[in-house]
């Protein structure tokens, strides 16, 4: 009697240990429709930031690259006078961000050259046009990195509207299924805690993408403002030192 009321007790024990599957695709099917909307929602979200890491990425890598060609070689150009051949070389790199700062510039310089404009105004209105590239370009190299951080501060919350709607179908079936000890429980709050999981797996990569991002675009906008600079110089230079 006392073997089998053993034996009783360690199937059960072993029942309680087993537990519930915790694989995803189990549950997945375990979940109810709003956990799952829920899921969805962080999928997207999860895609639209690799999205727009990649495209950053690619820009900025470009944006790098045509730099790099693109500094020395209208620098040349400038030293010996040829504000064509600088402009041609940059539109020539027109996905680097200096080429395009410095090409509004330029444009407004030679513009001016031809009017009767004394230097002091013509200089003025090329820092203007260097001001007013430098907005726009910044401002293309931005774009979707605001999404990365509502991404990275919002996901987690979402991911706990999932796990406070998915205990909420724990406890439900709990109470229709009459059941209690620590395996009626341990399934359902696990399903809960999955979104939870994922949120935070969406937005910690997020909040790294974005302050990388930002860093590079800081560095981008002193590049800018360097090259703006010392493009005045030589605007200042080439009307005599006159304003």
């Known amino acids: 009697m006392l073997g ?87 539109e020539q790199n027109k996905r680097s961000h200096l080429a395009k700062v410095v090409t509004a510039g330029l444009q407004e310089f030679q513009a001016h050259q031809v009017s009767a404009e004394i230097p002091g105004e013509m200089i003025e209105a090329s820092k203007r046009a260097l001001e007013r590239a430098s907005a726009i370009v910044h401002a293309e190299l931005k774009r979707g990195i605001s999404s990365l951080a509502t991404i990275g501060s919002t996901a987690p919350f979402v991911g706990l509207f999932g796990t406070v709607l998915g205990i909420i179908h724990a406890f439900q079936g709990i109470s229709s299924s009459k059941s209690t000890g620590l395996g009626a429980v341990a399934g359902g709050i696990a399903e809960a805690l999955v979104t939870t999981a994922i949120g935070l797996f969406v937005a910690i990569p997020a909040v790294w993408l974005y302050n990388y991002f930002t860093n590079k675009i800081e560095g981008f906008d002193v590049e800018m403002d360097n090259s703006s600079s010392e493009l005045v110089d030589y605007f200042i230079k080439s009307s005599g030192g006159k304003k």
Do not use: C, H, T, Y
């Not at 694989?23 to 999205?51: C, E, H, Q, T, Y």
């Not at 890598?61 to 045509?66: E, F, L, S, T």
């Not at 070689?73 to 940059?90: N, P, Q, T, Y």
């Open 4 to 90: 089998a009321n053993l034996m009783m007790l360690m199937l059960l024990f072993q029942e309680e240990a087993v537990g519930p599957s915790f694989n995803p695709l189990d549950m997945w099917k375990s979940m109810g429709w709003s956990a799952r909307a829920v899921v969805i929602v962080l999928f997207f979200m999860s895609a639209w930031s690799i999205g727009v890491a990649i495209d950053r990425w690619i820009a900025f890598q470009a944006a790098r690259k045509q730099s790099r060609i693109f500094a020395p070689a209208v620098a040349g150009a400038l030293k010996d006078g040829r504000v064509d051949e600088a402009i041609s070389i940059a």
